[in-house]
């Protein structure tokens, strides 16, 4: 029990600092990209201390679950991120089938940030969210089925599990079945974390926003929770896609010299997935809107692909 | 068509209705007409001469005549000359009968009147209120017996009463005045119908400023800065607009080398805007990159700028007879270096937009808008260009030295946001080879003239192709170096109800791109 604490302790503190900083990197690089010099890579930090420090303006119109969904948000990133193996094999939670537990909580935070989105009753708040529905239509089942291909390879649908099953066959990559199933993961990834081409992070523009269209109304602690929610959520996603497919130098025991070098490996695979995020953001314009599920639904049948090649293969 | 011999025709075709007929400066012709009754006259010169109405404006002449003159200016296409008919409209019934509902050009121009002077446009199918807002009060500032100075009580009342957009899941989504990023004020309502953009009502005019007011309290050579300050990115066109037509009414002949300047200067502004605009386009659509380099484009002018009128943005540099200073050969030297460097990187530029097929994608079939609408709405400029106008001032009623100048002007029917940027990528090229050909003349002569003193009660038009498009100055000049009146029309107030058009049937998400294609003023348009 105690060592679960422990490492769970370990484990939130890890994703609450590495999340704002990956948001960080990922900004500077496409500034630099961009021929501009960026706010550096703490800025998500500092933004983050500001808000929280700031007052709040709550609309008349809001009601509890405008006030809920901040917690809500933040707190199914964090309990997502306890399950999933980021620097060692296993993770410290493992609750209710795993995966699909880490399925289904991402899915419960969204549902109530497109609820808060409703809640006041702005105009902007709506667009976002039903555009926000419209796509995470397509993402999850495209989601569930590239995930399953993995599982399928690992026989288990826990995360750990499916970790040690990986670092066991480190060259499984390879396979047919994995190349297809990180496509189409990928493309989810973009889709969820709001990128270029499916949703703008960086526009003003509130007509075209998908994500931060449902959070216009929030201000102050609680956008700091949703922004940090939504960062822990990408780390998440992106930790998922990295350790999964590429389970290099995943510790297999919680001790102190293979965490460390765990975690070296760990963010040197996260700065290239960052990367390779960057390059397809600055490399396209946003598609039409109804272009996007289009996209999604070459990551699903990617992921069914996948599916099917497990057995063939 | 030779002035005397149109001077019989509307005679013989209408009467004594056409008092006298008299040519200015050139190619202004002036034809004045007896009754306020424009209907006839106005069919007969858009019917069978093909004439186009650019503009319809009033003027308060009580005090010496004893009437409101109604002012309305055409022109025929290939013929440098304006024709302005002046119909007096009576100040004991100040009433004019309305052309908007067979020509929606005119539609806020004709309420603009109503507003400013209180001069009723009878027959006008939407009659309310559009550069006053509904809450005001009684007032008609433009007026002669309304004192400059007066101070409004706070304003009570309605604000504006949208149409509702009614209809199972049809939704109004307001948004503005106040925008999100550094833009102007203007409410947009729209009626949506979950993405679908159904209609599209404008509010505009929140950044009204009495500007024609104005002028006519200050002296002329300081109403050459207020003239700058219409529309922040067309410093140099308005600017140059104004000085043209003070120029003109007091029969100053500007130096042929001040010309030559001023026609590089007004290219330059141009190039900025156009480069600017094209960056902005790719913004809108999430191709950031394409935006930083085009914002490095614009630096690398806006540099030479400074370097060439001392301000980054061309402000005092124009003035009555001439500019306001000379150029060395080191500044034609820079310009030359700048535009050399400027040609390279924006072929690089169109390059980078040309290969990504999802900014083509985006753009491409979006917010058309119909050359038979634009037709109708009288648009110009190059959101007319894009749809199949074909008008643009600098070869139509050449000034500067854009007679002595060769260049093609771009035209497209389609009428997308694509177009509206390749109209722009087209007339970057034409405007290098425009600047080049300008800045290799030698420049070291005569750059201005001593300004005598203005005669008044002379009345002069002037017409400018500012990068938007065509920009009117009216003026009657009066004692004391003060104007009487001064007319501005900024492109943006024609062009504004295109909008409407082009949005319908896109879904809401594209709008700010459809915006950004049209790029149009609120502060020219309001004044």
């Known amino acids: 029990m105690i060592e679960v604490l422990v490492k769970s302790v370990i484990q939130l503190i890890l994703l609450l600092l590495v999340a704002p900083l990956v948001t960080g990197i990922i900004r500077t690089l496409k500034a630099r990209l961009q021929t501009r010099r960026g706010p550096g890579i703490g800025q998500p930090y500092r933004d983050l201390f500001k808000l929280l420090r700031k007052g709040m303006v709550i609309p008349n119109t809001a009601s509890w679950i405008f006030s809920a969904t901040p917690y809500i948000v933040f707190g199914t990133a964090a309990l997502v991120g306890l399950m999933i193996p980021m620097t060692a094999t296993d993770a410290p939670l493992s609750l209710f089938g795993g995966v699909l537990a880490v399925v289904y909580l991402l899915a419960l935070g969204r549902f109530f940030l497109a609820l808060g989105g409703l809640d006041t009753g702005s105009s902007f708040g709506g667009l976002g969210s039903s555009r926000e529905m419209t796509i995470s239509a397509i993402a999850e089942p495209a989601m569930m089925l590239a995930i399953f291909t993995v599982a399928l390879s690992a026989n288990s649908t826990n995360l750990s599990e499916m970790a040690r099953s990986a670092v066991s066959q480190s060259w499984r990559f390879l396979a047919p079945s994995q190349i297809l199933a990180f496509s189409g993961l990928f493309i989810v990834l973009i889709a969820e974390t709001g990128r270029i081409p499916v949703d703008n992070p960086a526009t003003h523009l509130e007509l075209t926003m998908i994500h931060e269209a449902m959070l216009l109304e929030y201000s102050g602690p609680y956008l700091a929770l949703i922004e940090w929610g939504a960062s822990i959520k990408q780390l998440v996603l992106m930790t998922l896609l990295v350790n999964t497919f590429f389970p290099f130098g995943l510790s297999s025991s919680w001790m102190v010299s293979g965490l460390s070098l765990g975690l070296v490996f760990y963010l040197l695979k996260l700065l290239l997935l960052a990367c390779c995020i960057v390059l397809v953001e600055t490399t396209n314009a946003k598609l039409r809107l109804f272009r996007v599920p289009e996209l999604l639904a070459v990551a699903f049948i990617l992921g069914a692909l996948a599916l099917i090649s497990t057995f063939l293969f | ?527």
Request: glycine share 8%; proline share 6%.
């Open chain 2, 1 to 527: 068509m030779n002035l005397a011999t149109l001077f019989g025709t509307l005679q013989t075709k209408f009467g004594k209705q056409v008092e006298s007929m008299h040519a200015e400066h050139g190619d202004e012709a002036y034809i004045f007409l007896g009754d306020p009754n424009i209907r006839p006259i106005t069919e007969y010169l858009r019917g069978e001469l093909q004439a186009r109405l650019v503009s319809v404006f009033a003027e308060d002449r009580r005090s010496r005549e004893g009437v409101f003159f109604n002012y309305y200016v055409f022109e025929q296409r290939g013929d440098t000359q304006f024709l302005i008919v002046r119909a007096p409209v009576p100040a004991a019934d100040p009433r004019f009968p309305s052309l908007s509902a067979e020509l929606p050009a005119v539609n806020w121009q004709e309420r603009e009147i109503q507003d400013w002077f209180g001069l009723t446009a009878v027959g006008h199918p939407n009659p309310r209120r559009v550069a006053l807002h509904d809450n005001w009060p009684d007032v008609h500032p433009l007026r002669k017996d309304f004192p400059i100075d007066t101070v409004l009580p706070p304003f009570e009342g309605e604000r504006h009463i949208y149409r509702p957009a009614l209809g199972e899941g049809v939704l109004q989504v307001p948004v503005g005045p106040v925008h999100a990023g550094t833009i102007e004020p203007g409410h947009f309502s729209f009626a949506v119908a979950g993405e679908p953009i159904l209609y599209l009502q404008l509010r505009m005019f929140y950044t009204h400023k009495g500007t024609e007011k104005l002028f006519e309290k200050l002296p002329i050579h300081k109403a050459v800065f207020l003239a700058e300050s219409i529309s922040g990115d067309s410093s140099f066109s308005h600017g140059t607009a104004f000085c043209q037509a003070i120029e003109r009414a007091a029969e100053i002949e500007v130096p042929s080398d001040a010309l030559i300047m001023r026609t590089v200067l007004l290219e330059l502004e141009r190039l900025c805007n156009h480069v600017a605009d094209i960056g902005a386009i790719a913004t809108d659509v999430g191709f950031v990159v394409a935006n930083a380099h085009a914002s490095r484009l614009k630096e690398m002018l806006l540099a030479a700028n400074e370097q060439l009128a001392g301000n980054r943005l061309l402000r005092g540099m124009v003035c009555i007879g001439g500019v306001r200073r000379a150029w060395g050969a080191w500044q034609v030297e820079l310009l030359r270096v700048a535009i050399d460097a400027f040609t390279r990187e924006f072929r690089d530029l169109v390059a980078l937009i040309n290969s990504s097929e999802s900014t083509r994608d985006r753009l491409e079939h979006t917010g058309i808008l119909k050359p038979e609408i634009a037709r109708d709405l009288g648009i110009v400029g190059v959101g007319g260009r894009a749809s199949g106008i074909d008008l643009d001032v600098r070869r139509d009623h050449p000034y500067a030295a854009y007679r002595h100048l060769s260049f093609k002007v771009p035209v497209y029917q389609v009428g997308d946001v694509w177009h509206r940027m390749q109209v722009r990528i087209d007339e970057v090229q034409e405007s290098i080879s425009m600047i080049r050909e300008a800045a290799s003349r030698n420049l070291s002569g005569q750059f201005r003239v001593p300004v005598p003193p203005i005669p008044p009660n002379r009345c002069a038009l002037s017409a400018v192709e500012g990068w938007r498009g065509e920009i009117i100055h009216w003026i009657r000049t009066g004692s004391d170096n003060r104007l009487e009146r001064c007319k501005i029309k900024d492109p943006s107030l024609n062009n504004w109800p295109a909008l409407v058009e082009a949005v319908q049937g896109n879904i809401i998400a594209d709008f700010p791109v459809i915006n950004k294609s049209f790029n149009l003023s609120y502060s020219g348009t309001d004044r």
